[in-house]
């Protein structure tokens, strides 16, 4: 028979937990460049029973239920920490990405998972000592990539935990019930979603992805240095405030906007701070609710103070000047 004679594979059990889909394919990429074709690479989520290795993003590692995970299963872990310099550097478990030479990952996979009897490795290259350097802010870009439809379900994360999931075809988000943080800050990542998460969603309350996002952002300090400093903006669909203080100053500076507006003009006439009036427009810009533009687009001007004053406070200053007036005989 034809399977007295087919040599079964080794299977190797793997989960990645906590990158972004860019960052999680091209992770699956070199992982499979690096595994023989007599291994199988089975991946998994971290409830396998089998699993052998966790490849983590390195803000998750120290989440009660990874810490658990680890204590209770044998486990190799490899800790992710994207956007590093310290491209392709394995250090104490730590993967730095981006992946620009393979032999690190290939000899970590050899020491850990594989053995080097297995299967032959390359030799590790000597590296010089890199220069760490400040995580980054998630650019314009970065957005543009989590709200493209094409990625479909997805979950979105940061530092302090789920924040939910989202249907990019759909343009729906769904909140995590467990997250009681109303902001985020520059770890906001996302993954694809699993068809546990997509049955979580069940019957629960949809919010619009962008409008959602938006005030997540208007929320998010963080995002603030990526807003220009000054120059013209104008807004094309208006977001949508919840009620609270900020209501007032959100529609005020819609208001102002959807006519184009420069914006230290429109942060003196609504008497708003240079930066509130800075992380609405990048709040804005962001979910693609409003671009910046040129003065000659710019429609909106300080109205006058007739224009500015109701009818009755006009009233009243006029009754004041007439009374002026007939004291002084003039």
């Given amino acids: 028979m034809l399977g007295e004679f087919m040599v079964a594979k080794k ?23 690096i595994i023989p074709s007599s291994v199988n690479i089975c991946w998994s989520n971290v409830a396998e029973p089998k699993l052998q290795a966790l490849l983590i993003n390195e ?24 956007r590093s310099e310290k491209n392709s550097i394995i250090e104490a478990d730590k993967l730095y990405l981006p992946i620009i030479n393979t032999s690190p990952l290939e000899n ?23 220069v760490q350097v400040k ?3 998630n650019s314009a870009e970065f957005f543009k990539e989590l709200l493209s439809p094409s990625n479909g379900l997805i979950q979105l994360f940061d530092r302090h935990g789920r924040l939910g999931i989202a ?17 985020t800050d520059g770890s906001l990542n996302f993954t694809y979603a699993t068809m546990s998460d997509a049955k979580s969603t069940e019957g629960k309350r949809q919010f619009d992805l962008l409008f ?12 603030l240095e990526l807003a220009p400093e000054d120059g013209y903006f104008k807004l094309k669909f208006w977001p949508q405030p919840e009620d609270g203080f900020d209501r007032r100053d959100i529609l005020r500076l819609s208001a102002c906007f959807a006519e184009g507006a420069n914006i230290s003009l429109v942060s003196e ?11 609405y427009m990048i709040a804005t810009i962001l979910v693609g609710f409003g671009n910046m533009s040129n003065k000659a687009d710019a429609k909106f001007t300080i109205p006058e103070v007739s224009k500015v004053l109701g009818g009755e406070e006009v009233g009243m200053v006029r009754k004041f000047f007439g009374g002026l007036r007939r004291r002084l005989g003039l």
């Fill in 11 to 33: 299977s190797i059990y793997l989960a990645v937990f906590g990158l972004s889909l860019r960052d999680l394919n091209n992770l699956k990429e070199q992982i499979r460049k």
């Fill in 59 to 82: 803000t998750f590692f120290d989440s009660p239920s990874i810490q658990n995970l680890i204590k209770t299963h044998n486990l190799s872990v490899l800790r992710i920490i994207s």
């Fill in 108 to 130: 970590w996979f050899a020491n850990n998972i594989l053995f080097d009897e297995e299967v032959r490795f390359l030799e590790t290259e000597s590296y010089k000592s890199p």
């Fill in 135 to 137: 995580p980054q802010v």
């Fill in 167 to 183: 249907d990019t075809r759909k343009q729906i988000f769904f909140e995590d019930e467990k997250r009681t943080l109303k902001f």
């Fill in 212 to 223: 959602w996002l938006w005030t997540i952002l208007w929320k998010s300090p963080d995002y």
């Fill in 269 to 279: 006439h609504v008497d708003i701070s240079h930066d509130r009036v800075r992380q």
